[in-house]
C-alpha cells in the first residue's frame, strides 16, 4: 500500500520538480505546482516514503461540468512498476468524486505506449488523437474514465 497524502505547498516544489524533469518531456515553471494547488489542493496528491519523501504525484486542475483533468501524473524511477502509480489514480478517483467530480480526462504522447497502457489498465479509454498537440510537434491522446470506477 502507498501513502498518499495531499501536497505540501514548499516543502514538496523541489523534489517534484526533480520528479518531473526526470519523468516528463515538458519543460514546467516552478511555480506549476503551488499554482495547481491554489485552485484545488484536493487536486494534488502525492505519493510519499516512509520519511514523507515524495515519491510520485498527480496534479490535476477541475473543468466544467463536473470533469477534471490529469495535468501530470510521475513516478520516481527507482519506484515505478510497484503500483505507485495506479494507488495514486486510485486516491484522486475516490478525491475526485468527494469534490462532485464524474468524469477524468487527460493527455498522454501517442508515442508513452506503456503510460497508454499504464492508463488502459486502470480504467482509461481512448477517445481522440490529438495532432501536434505537443511543444515538441508530437500528437497526444486523449484519454477519459468516469471518476467512480469498480475494478
Ligand atoms: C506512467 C507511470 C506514472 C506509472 O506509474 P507506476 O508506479 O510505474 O505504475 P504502476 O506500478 O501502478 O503500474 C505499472 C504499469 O505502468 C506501466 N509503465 C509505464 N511506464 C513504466 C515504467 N517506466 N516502469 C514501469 N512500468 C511502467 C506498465 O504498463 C506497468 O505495467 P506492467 O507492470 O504490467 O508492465 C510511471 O511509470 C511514470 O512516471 N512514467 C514516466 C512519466 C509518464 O510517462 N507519465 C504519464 C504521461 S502523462
New binding site residues.
Given amino acids: 500500500m502507498t501513502l498518499i497524502r495531499e501536497f505540501k505547498p514548499q516543502a514538496d516544489d523541489e523534489r517534484l520538480y526533480d520528479i518531473a524533469l526526470i519523468?516528463?518531456d515538458e519543460i514546467y515553471n516552478p511555480n506549476v505546482f503551488f499554482g495547481f494547488y491554489a485552485l484545488w489542493p484536493q487536486g494534488q496528491l502525492v505519493a510519499v516514503d516512509i520519511f514523507d519523501r515524495p515519491i510520485?504525484y498527480i496534479s490535476s486542475v477541475r473543468l466544467r461540468d463536473g470533469w477534471a483533468r490529469i495535468m501530470?501524473?510521475?513516478?520516481d524511477e527507482g519506484?515505478?512498476?510497484?503500483?505507485?502509480?495506479?494507488d495514486l489514480l486510485q486516491r484522486f478517483r475516490a478525491e475526485s468524486a468527494r469534490s462532485g467530480i464524474t468524469a477524468i480526462t487527460?493527455e498522454?504522447k501517442k508515442e508513452?505506449e506503456?503510460?497508454i497502457?499504464?492508463y488502459e489498465?486502470n480504467g482509461f479509454r481512448r477517445t481522440r488523437v490529438l495532432p501536434r498537440f505537443y511543444a515538441d510537434g508530437n500528437d497526444g491522446v486523449r484519454m477519459d474514465s468516469p471518476a467512480h470506477l469498480y475494478i
Avoid: W
Fill in positions: 519523468s516528463l510520485g501530470m501524473l510521475a513516478v519506484h515505478r512498476g510497484k503500483g505507485v502509480g495506479s487527460l498522454v508513452n506503456r503510460a497502457r499504464f489498465k
